[in-house]
């Protein structure tokens, strides 16, 4: 009976922990960059022992990816959210308009993607686990698009498209991370411009296929 009355708490408790260090890690990662951080610096922001660090991640690399996917969950979960509240016919327009801001808003985040992009072309102990992070991203904005196909049929009669919604995910997926990529390395490149074109493109599409 003690077995079963301790074993929810330790579970509880372990989660917490990595909740703890993923936190940590974030904050130093964004604030130092991949290549400076240490994990006995995000051990000591965490308030956890170097070997707890190693014990739940095995290293900075398969952390990293912790932190990503803790980053990108959070964001779907406020886009369902901003999608779910906005009027149907704004539900695109709302949606981008996200994507482009968070540009600014957590450049870190995107440093860090391209980061893992990179560990996950050279290093085939982390690939499986980019690989996955980018099959989850495919879903999230599948998810989040359908939701905005939606909203568009009901609020202004428009039929979605007949398309694979990963294929369609994949490239818009392509299109967010590429233009990103061009803003953070060139500030004066025009991120609004350009979602605004691709707004009218994805418009056009959807209308394509009434």
Same mark, same amino acid.
């Given at each position: 009976?003690?077995?079963?009355?301790?074993?929810?708490?330790?579970?509880?408790?372990?989660?917490?922990?990595?909740?703890?260090?993923?936190?940590?890690?974030?904050?130093?990662?964004?604030?130092?960059?991949?290549?400076?951080?240490? !994990?006995?610096?995000?051990?000591?922001? %965490?308030?956890?022992?170097?070997?707890? *660090?190693? @014990? @739940?991640?095995?290293?900075?690399?398969? !952390? &990293?990816?912790?932190?990503?996917?803790? %980053?990108?969950?959070?964001?779907?979960?406020?886009?369902?959210?901003?999608?779910?509240?906005? $009027?149907?016919?704004?539900? /695109?327009?709302?949606? &981008?308009?996200? #994507?482009?801001?968070?540009?600014?808003?957590?450049?870190?985040? @995107?440093? /860090?993607?391209?980061?893992?992009?990179? #560990?996950?072309?050279?290093?085939?102990?982390?690939?499986?686990?980019?690989?996955?992070?980018?099959?989850?991203?495919?879903?999230?904005?599948?998810? *989040?698009?359908?939701?905005? #196909?939606?909203?568009?049929?009901?609020?202004?009669?428009?039929?979605?498209?007949?398309?694979?919604?990963?294929?369609?995910?994949? &490239? /818009?997926?392509?299109?967010?991370?590429?233009?990103? !990529?061009?803003?953070?390395?060139? $500030?004066?490149?025009?991120?609004?411009?350009?979602?605004? /074109? &691709?707004?009218?493109? #994805?418009?056009?599409?959807?209308?394509?296929?009434?």
């Amino acid at each position: 009976m003690s077995n079963q009355q301790t074993t929810p708490d330790s579970s509880e408790e372990q989660q917490k922990t990595r909740e703890r260090i993923i936190a940590a890690a974030s904050k130093v990662l964004a604030a130092k960059g991949y290549d400076a951080t240490t !994990l006995r610096e995000i051990s000591r922001e %965490a308030q956890a022992g170097p070997g707890l *660090v190693h @014990y @739940y991640f095995g290293g900075k690399d398969a !952390l &990293l990816v912790e932190v990503l996917q803790a %980053a990108g969950q959070q964001f779907h979960q406020r886009m369902e959210h901003l999608i779910r509240q906005v $009027p149907g016919d704004q539900s /695109l327009a709302a949606f &981008l308009t996200q #994507l482009s801001e968070r540009v600014g808003q957590d450049s870190e985040v @995107y440093r /860090l993607r391209y980061e893992s992009f990179s #560990l996950g072309l050279h290093n085939p102990v982390i690939a499986p686990a980019v690989r996955e992070r980018l099959a989850q991203r495919r879903e999230e904005i599948g998810s *989040v698009m359908a939701m905005v #196909l939606e909203n568009t049929q009901r609020t202004e009669g428009i039929k979605g498209p007949s398309v694979d919604p990963k294929i369609l995910a994949a &490239l /818009l997926l392509s299109l967010f991370d590429g233009l990103a !990529l061009q803003k953070i390395m060139d $500030p004066t490149f025009d991120l609004d411009a350009a979602y605004q /074109l &691709l707004e009218r493109i #994805l418009r056009l599409f959807f209308s394509d296929h009434e």
